[in-house]
């Protein structure tokens, strides 16, 4: 049985240049990850700001996807994500160690 982790992943809601993503758009992310883990929590929308390297400031909404999986899993989305949108960087972060899914013995 794998290790997996409770992951917490910033996916934006606008490209580089100021464009809006399309709902469809993030489907396909969406698919993409349900492939790789099974599974994803899809949060409301967050503002957040930040400087990379460049020294520029981004002022964004970001959307917070919650996924059980491991850390390769993890990887793999991240580098997915990084690509998928033209990212400069994404961030993702580990919520928890411990994950229990129990499965209703009656269903």
């Known amino acids: 049985m794998k290790k997996v982790e409770m992951w917490e992943i910033l996916v934006p809601t606008m490209s580089n240049e100021g464009k809006p993503y399309r709902t469809r758009y993030h489907r396909v992310w969406d698919k993409k990850v349900y492939e790789i883990?099974?599974?994803?929590?899809?949060?409301?929308?967050?503002?957040g700001k930040w400087v990379p390297k460049s020294e520029i400031l981004y002022e964004e909404r970001m959307i917070p996807v919650?996924?059980?999986?491991?850390?390769?899993?993890?990887e793999k989305i991240i580098d997915f994500t990084i690509k998928?949108?033209?990212?400069?960087?994404?961030?993702a972060y580990k919520i928890s160690d411990d994950v229990i899914i129990k499965y209703n013995e009656a269903a």
């Not at 883990?37 to 503002?47: A, N, R, Y």
């Not at 998928?84 to 961030?91: K, L, M, P, R, S």
């Open 37 to 47: 883990t099974g599974g994803l929590t899809i949060l409301s929308p967050v503002k």
């Open 66 to 74: 919650r996924i059980v999986c491991s850390k390769e899993e993890i």
């Open 84 to 91: 998928y949108y033209n990212q400069i960087a994404v961030i």
